[in-house]
Structure formats: structure tokens, C-alpha cells
């Protein structure tokens, strides 16, 4: 599908271009109606006014948009230092944009394509609604580096992904702390509407748990609150907070990512439980932060510089022409430091 510029849609609108800038504009001389209808449009085919001339004369802009869904999560701050170097080192500039919990990834790239000119997307994060026709308008290669899964019928030609296998990883921390004599395992996980990574985490609690002969218990799945930032210190403060004051006997709790481990060990600390005496505790992403902890947390660790450096790779080979689309599974590493123990 072209790109669709000012002149397509004061086409189907049936006006001219001049009309078409006003409503963009939002000048007063304008027909109520014709504008709605103009606007209407607009979102309908996702058109986005390019505010920069300029832009349009530099055929060879050479930038990369690297979009962050999970602001708090340092994980993605060790993996935007990689990239930036190897973006810098391709001499392409790095266009970085947090996307709030609340926005759609897509709509803000196609925002940017648009404005910045850009030469290829990376995602960090987050997950993909979309349809397939709407993802093709970035015209632009884009590479999903930590998005988890993607909805089935999505065509793999046209994305590359960078990631770990998340089921395999949680099963693989879950698997640990159920052969360390722990039953009781709550988790901290994604809220039911998530379709990546969460869900792919909380699938492989609920295997470990199955393999070892222990039933699921939906009272020990705590989801996060969608109210707060996804993935948050906060987040898993209040899910914690919340779940002690149930008092549901929980020898150990499983949050899916260590940001989330940390905001729940406050908890733990505030009702007066001990780490790992009273409660062991484990995360998911292996964040610096973790080591520094008292106690450190246990986690399963994503190897943060292989995954950018092999995500900056795979795109400049695609922007070269020396490659099509490749998928990449990268494995974990299981961390055990001070926050779990053996439990009889």
C-alpha cells in the first residue's frame, strides 16, 4: 500500500488540497461539516502531515527510531546503551521515543516515519495488536526486540524479531523454585488483555507448576494493576501490598520482571517479612539493580548486550539489502543469589 499524501485525500473527500490544509490547520473558515469529514479520513488511512519540508529534500536521512513501551524498566536502559552505539558506530542518528502504557506503538511510528524520515524501527517492549495491513504502512523494516509473541497470521517476511523463548525462561526460574521444596508460588504478572511476553511468562509458571505435580492456583496469580505504569516499581508494590493483606499462605513469589521483584520487596519489608526467610523472592530480566539489592535477587537473566547488538545487525543488514527478515532466540541465563532458599 502507497503511502497516502494530501492530495489522496482531498480526493476521496471530494474537496481541494487548500481545503484539506485548512481543516488540518484547523482554520476558522471551514465548513463544520467538511472538516469533520476531512478528519474522519485523516484517521481512517492514518495520514500524517509531514510539519517539515526540509525533510523532504534529504533522500538519504539516515535515522533509526528505537520506540520503548516500559519507561521504569531498566532493562531497556542497558539495552538503548548498546543499540545507540552500534546505531552511532553505523553513522545513523538514534530517534529514542518512550511510549506511555496508554499509546499505541504503531500510531507513534507512523508519526515518526513521517516526521524524522526514517530508515528503520525498532520496538522495545510492549506488544502488537495490530493488523497486518496496518503494520505494512510503516514502509520502513522494523524489528521487534523483546515484544514477545506476535498474533498468529502475522506473515514472519515481514518483521524480524530478536527475543528469548519467555515460556522456557519462566519455566526454567519456576521449575528451580519448585525443586527447592517451594508449593506455595505466587506470580506477579500481566494483566489478562496481554498477549506477549506476560502471557508467555505466566505459561511457563503454570507448566513448571504442572510438571511438578503442584496445582495452579488462581489466587496466587496476581496480575498487574492497569491503572499503574505496566512493569513498574509501583506496580509491584501495590500488587504485593494488596495480596499480603489477603494473608493466602505463599512461601515464594515470581515476578516477571525484576522492576516489578524490587516494588514487591518493599512490600515484603513494609508487613515486616524477611527475604528469603520469610518469603523467597525471584524476578525475570537480570537489571544491574538486582546485584545491589539486600539480599540480591535471584532472576533469570536475558543477555541484554547480544540481544541489541544482534537486533542493530539484523536491521542494518535488511536497510543494506544483504538479508531478508530473520527471527532470533537467544537463551537465559538462571541467576540464584540471595533472595530464594531451600525450603523443607
Known sequence: MEEITIKDIAKICGVGVSTVSRAINNHADINPETKKRIMDIIREYNYVPNNSARNLKRQDAKAIA?????????????????????????EYTMVLRHVNFDEDEVDVALKLVKEKRLRGIIFLGGYLVHSEEKLSQLHVPFILSTTGMVPKGYSRTIYSSVAVDDTKESYKLVDYLCKSGHRDIAIICAHKNDAS??????????????????????????????????????????????????????????????????????????????????????????????????????????????MARETARILFDIIGKDARHQHCVFDGELVVRESTKEVC
Do not use: H, W
Open 66 to 90: 528505537v520506540l520503548v513501551k516500559g519507561i521504569d524498566n531498566s532493562f531497556f536502559s542497558a539495552m538503548i546503551k548498546v543499540l545507540e552505539e552500534e546505531i552511532k558506530e553505523q
Open 197 to 306: 511476553v506476560g502471557k508467555l511468562r505466566l505459561e511457563g509458571y503454570k507448566k513448571a507448576l504442572k510438571d511438578n505435580g503442584i496445582p495452579v492456583r488462581e489466587e496466587l496469580i496476581l496480575p498487574m494493576k492497569t491503572e499503574i505504569e505496566d512493569y513498574s516499581l509501583e506496580n509491584g508494590y501495590a500488587v504485593t501490598k494488596e495480596f499480603l493483606e489477603k494473608k493466602i499462605p505463599c512461601t515464594a513469589i515470581f515476578a516477571i520482571s525484576d522492576i516489578l521483584a524490587i516494588g514487591a520487596a518493599r512490600a515484603l519489608s513494609e508487613e515486616g517479612l524477611k527475604i528469603p526467610e520469610d518469603v523467597s523472592l525471584a524476578g525475570f530480566d537480570g537489571v544491574e539493580i538486582g546485584k545491589y539489592m539486600s539480599p540480591s535477587l535471584t532472576t533469570l537473566k536475558q543477555p541484554v548486550g547480544s
